[in-house]
């Protein structure tokens, strides 16, 4: 009995002490809805595509505009055609629009003051993009795909591009270079002479896209049919031509669309070349008292010209008053001498 007695009372001590201990807690996971990543360019790739090195940020002079490029322009018709892919062919937005659904590089929003931003929470989301206007798309397995006949290629006719130009005091350089892309939708024109408005998509940093441009071979002319031109190298050559419609200044204003736009235009230009011709040229500054510019400012002037020409006319007509002899031999000379006594 005692035996069983025991036995009992080990079991009963088991039960209690394995209601006594807390139950095991279920870790739950939930999954929250991020944008996708972009993917950054490797270094491979960065090594066998190079591109041009970074505007350094401690520059001492830069002066930064906006410019409106007409794609149907024949210089920035390599950016226009061709409007639908063809084969490998493809334009400048539809190869930008394709990196971004794939997530190889991230878009920005456009804001209502025109300014772009790359901060990461001005990231534009690839479904309320598509959603604002207007896109067909598909989504299976989370992922955004646009058909290619639902591009809106042939109707981004524009692009707005920020520049750069800037003196690097290190290098002793003066550069223009390009820091951001922006496509531009032209829609609403019709047949009653309506014209187009403009819908700008979003912005691009140029950093993050260039490696990919510098492998997207351009028909640059003509005359000429071979892609010996890259998207990069166009950029960076500044081979495109567009008229300025904003300076970043003070106001943050944009230029008056009237017809002083024109001369405001043609002003800032004339600006960013003196700046560049100064870099280069420098008036020289000349002493009054240094003979050597004196005898200069006289050519100048003429002086030293007028001098030469009256001593060679004197001596000229000194010698046709001269007497003249015929024969071999010549005419004694004659010295006046004083003779000592």
């Not at 069983?4 to 209601?19: E, R, T, Y």
């Not at 018709?77 to 409007?83: F, N, Q």
């Not at 929003?109 to 929470?121: A, Q, V």
């Not at 003509?222 to 031509?241: A, E, G, I, S």
Request: glycine share 4%; with cysteine.
């Amino acid at each position: 009995m005692k035996r069983f007695f025991i036995i009992g009372f080990i079991v009963c001590l088991g039960v209690v002490g394995a209601q006594a201990q807390p139950k095991k807690s279920r870790v739950v996971t939930t999954t929250v809805a991020q944008k996708p990543a972009s993917k950054p360019v490797s270094d491979r790739a960065a090594l066998m595509f190079p591109t041009s090195d970074e505007m350094p940020q401690d520059v001492v002079w830069r002066r930064d505009i906006y410019r409106q490029l007409d794609l149907l322009e024949d210089a920035n018709a390599p950016l226009y055609y061709p409007v639908e892919p063809h084969g490998k062919e493809q334009n400048l937005f539809t190869y930008l629009f394709r990196l971004f659904l794939s997530g190889r590089i991230p878009v920005y929003t456009y804001k209502l003051d025109g300014n772009e931003s790359f901060d990461p929470k001005d990231q534009a989301d690839a479904h309320e993009l598509l959603d604002r206007y207007s896109i067909y798309y598909e989504e299976k397995d989370g992922k955004v795909s646009v058909p290619e006949s639902d591009i809106p290629s042939a109707e981004v006719k524009r692009f707005y591009v920020k520049e750069s130009s800037y003196f690097d005091q290190r290098s002793a350089t003066y550069r223009t270079r390009v820091t951001a892309l922006c496509p531009v939708l032209m829609r609403g024109a019709d047949d009653f002479g309506t014209e187009a408005t403009p819908y700008p998509l979003f912005w691009v940093n140029y950093d993050d896209v260039a490696s990919y441009l510098s492998r997207m071979p351009v028909m640059a002319s003509n005359l000429n049919n071979v892609t010996n031109m890259t998207v990069d190298d166009y950029f960076t050559m500044n081979r495109y031509q567009g008229k300025i419609y904003k300076t970043k200044n003070l106001q943050g204003r944009v230029l008056a669309n009237d017809s002083s736009r024109v001369s405001e235009q043609a002003r800032i230009e004339k600006q960013l070349k003196d700046f560049e011709e100064h870099i280069w040229h420098q008036p020289i500054q000349r002493d009054s008292l240094d003979s050597l510019n004196l005898e200069a400012d006289a050519q100048k002037s003429g002086k030293v010209k007028k001098t030469r020409s009256s001593r060679r006319s004197k001596a000229s007509t000194a010698a046709s008053k001269a007497p003249k002899y015929s024969g071999g031999s010549s005419a004694p000379r004659v010295s006046a001498r004083r003779q000592r006594r």
